[in-house]
């Protein structure tokens, strides 16, 4: 097995355990247990997920049906919810007996599939000013009345402020993040249920309103998060080769825009610029002429490049290498890819 | 089986058949047989591939070690050329006797490392213009003698002029690419061999200095290879579901970011503007009120939508669907993925 991150091949995906193991206590201390509803979409390995449960954290939150299929084939089936409409609820209807599924709706045709595919919970999904799903917050209660009616238990609302995560003034975002939230609970009310989930890393303590918080790029956080004021470090990077260097002074190495989600912009690099990605390299322009073991950039050195976004990074990847140091201390799988 | 487009689960990544065939029948007309060595790291698939071979083509181009196992898995061991540096040489060298792999070397550490790794062929892999690897044409004759004098087969030289595969301008692309050649062939001239490998889809009839092409996209093209004077047309498209329909104009589907390549930005949709990604979302904003159906806009209704970059929209996708109009007539698994 290797023992080594100098072992790895590349490109390799690394979580630093000290800094993810800071970031969920940071989280912990502000969102313990089911104030917390990780989202796996971030994430996306159930043996990640189930470190989150040990501590705690035993209800889920997902974006596809494949990834609620997977909680519930790894055992984490005590309170999962897809955040998402979908049509394709047959999936779900078929793991009503073996775990408690409860799925985001904002129409009738999803409530209608819903029912039809043997879903048995819902959420009424509000729209609180994101341009995304979610129902007029004046259409909740009818919808929740028809989804009563067509036998669904009805156990709350959902509304995502996904507009407001990446605002960067902490006071600005808190006042916008109120405003979207008032609309939420005033729906709740109209609703019924116990449950108003919304929320998300940018998120996680300002949003006061809600029952439970739907984040989970705080476990692995990207160069995008970073620049908020979030408690939260970078933990995920990627692990290249320098396979070349050249004489007009950049360095090339073997991890390109195959390797990262680039919708954020490329990676970053501490020890100097990205000149730009391509589909299995990356040229980067370095600060300085010797690398930080003192000696000239060289075929063979390593290089760790942070993602702008975490959540298609993670997608791109089979498994994560969870590095303490020099040492890889765990490999885990990232399960819950595709759909 | 599925036999319709109807019935796929979405998102589902579609090949047009009867386009996809005609991109291959003209590139045929121009680079048949082994004049076009294919780039697998644009499509991915041992099945494409094995297709391209029963058309003639039977050399065959990888970017990443991973591309030339799976190759060889698959039994196309002809003639494959990793057109790209690598440490990573034992994984090559434990194939030599199945197949006859060649790998690109610009640096003594690269050779070196080939030599090592049991590889057999290399090409010394020439700097034309592309800021990324290759060595300066002067020193193609040493790295050769050098290669030569470790037991290597040197087989020629590549050189990638991917700074220009985009420049709109046929005549200018035309002019730039002999320019950028001409440095490669009076290297080639130097090294010896009878290789000679470069060129792209966006130069596969312009660069008539090489005596085989490397490409990839042509096969199935995506949106920003369809702004040039090519004559291929796009086969490649995301199939998405209608989950939601706003009453402020827009409808919301299930392909987000983590089923595109995203580095040359948005997919494109026939019926109007996209608005934005998110991870499993897009939001549509349509040209018209109602679909191509005469109705409005509705749950349930699903859209096509266009990569702006085939290679790693490609690389996301377990399977494509080829489709012939409404039936799917036959299902080939992208093997080639990950590292």
């Not at 709706?105 to 000013?129: F, K, P, Q």
């Not at 009345?145 to 960067?168: D, F, I, K, P, Q």
């Amino acid at each position: 097995m290797v023992r080594t991150v100098a072992q790895l091949r590349t490109p390799a995906l690394l979580i630093d355990t000290p800094t993810f193991e800071a970031n969920l206590a940071a989280m912990d201390a502000v969102l313990p247990g089911p104030r917390l509803r990780p989202h796996v979409k971030a994430t996306k390995s159930t043996t990640l997920a189930r470190h989150l449960a040990e501590g705690g954290h035993r209800s889920f939150c997902a974006a596809t049906p494949r990834e609620i299929e997977g909680l519930v084939a790894a055992g984490l089936v005590d309170d999962l919810l897809l955040a998402n409409e979908t049509l394709d609820t047959a999936r779900l209807g078929a793991l009503s007996e073996r775990a408690n599924i409860t799925v985001a709706v904002d129409s009738r045709a999803t409530i209608e599939a819903a029912a039809s595919g043997g879903v048995r919970s819902v959420l009424i999904d509000v729209n609180v000013g994101l341009p995304r799903c979610g129902c007029e917050p004046a259409e909740a209660p009818a919808l929740a009345e028809l989804a009563r009616s067509s036998g669904l238990e009805v156990r709350g609302v959902m509304g995502y402020e996904g507009h407001l995560l990446m605002v960067t003034d902490r006071a600005e975002r808190a006042q916008r993040t109120a405003e979207a939230m008032a609309l939420l609970t005033h729906a709740a009310d109209e609703v019924g249920g116990d449950v108003v989930s919304g929320g998300g890393t940018g998120t996680f303590d300002v949003n006061t309103s809600c029952t439970e918080i739907q984040a989970g790029s705080y476990a692995l956080l990207d160069t995008d998060y970073d620049t908020l004021d979030l408690p939260f470090a970078k933990a995920l990077s990627v692990l290249a080769t320098v396979i070349s260097v050249s004489a007009k002074g950049w360095i090339i190495a073997d991890a390109g825009l195959k390797a990262f989600g680039m919708d954020h912009g490329n990676p970053s690099w501490d020890d100097g610029e990205v000149f730009f990605c391509s589909d299995e390299h990356i040229t980067l322009l370095p600060t300085d002429a010797v690398s930080s073991n003192g000696a000239a950039w060289k075929v063979g050195d390593r290089v760790r490049l942070w993602p702008a976004h975490v959540d298609p990074t993670v997608a791109r990847h089979q498994r994560y290498h969870l590095v303490d140091g020099d040492d890889v201390v765990d490999e885990w799988e990232i399960d819950l890819r595709h759909w």
